[in-house]
């Protein structure tokens, strides 16, 4: 899928607006990077929050999801969600000892975040749905994640725990490791 393909296929209406789903490229990394940086510092802790680095290396994977909802005229970013095969996540808590891993048959998402304005009103789970399905168009039948157990009602995706993590990375708050199949 094309970054033509994907501003075709979703749109999301909020407020009178209507913002569109672009693919987060290495050509695109430098125009994008200050809204992704925002995004993301406003979104986590510290403690849980991905560096320029980190975040840089995950837009050049080959094998990397990573999308933004993007508002016109500026093309300001809103919110964002990055993915890759399970197998580039070997330090997070649970992901070694998922059963498909080393597999290469499911991708995890590692960051959902969306600037404080457009949450609740299911940009984050839009975008999700959306990197489901491009997962699958790729192939990959199976997603998993680490979600807040607080938001885990919220999101309106189906969702299997499969380990839960009390005082994930110091925050205080229990994370639980999910699976979801990728055809939604």
Not at 7 to 19: A, P, S, V, Y
Not at 100 to 116: E, M, T
Not at 128 to 156: E, F, N, P, W, Y
């Amino acid at each position: 899928m094309t970054n033509q393909d994907l501003r075709k296929d979703i749109q999301f209406r909020f407020n009178g607006e209507t913002l569109y789903v672009v693919a987060v490229t290495p050509s695109a990394w430098n125009k994008m990077r200050t809204d992704i940086l925002k995004i993301e510092s406003e979104s986590f802790p510290s403690s849980l929050a991905d560096n320029e680095e980190t975040l840089h290396e995950l837009v050049g994977s080959p094998t990397a999801i990573f999308l933004a909802f993007s508002v016109p005229p500026s093309n300001r970013l809103v919110a964002y969600i990055a993915a890759d095969l399970l197998e580039g996540f070997p330090d997070i808590p649970g992901v070694t000892s998922d059963p498909h891993f080393g597999k290469k048959d499911s991708i995890y998402v590692a960051s959902v975040a969306v600037l404080r304005d457009w949450r609740g009103c299911g940009v984050g789970t839009t975008l999700m749905r959306q990197c489901l399905r491009v997962a699958s168009h790729k192939g990959i039948k199976r997603a998993t994640a680490h979600i807040d157990t607080g938001s885990m009602s919220r999101i309106q995706l189906t969702m299997k725990a499969l380990k839960s993590f009390p005082n994930w990375y110091g925050t205080g708050r229990t994370f639980d490791y999910v699976e979801m199949v990728t055809e939604v």
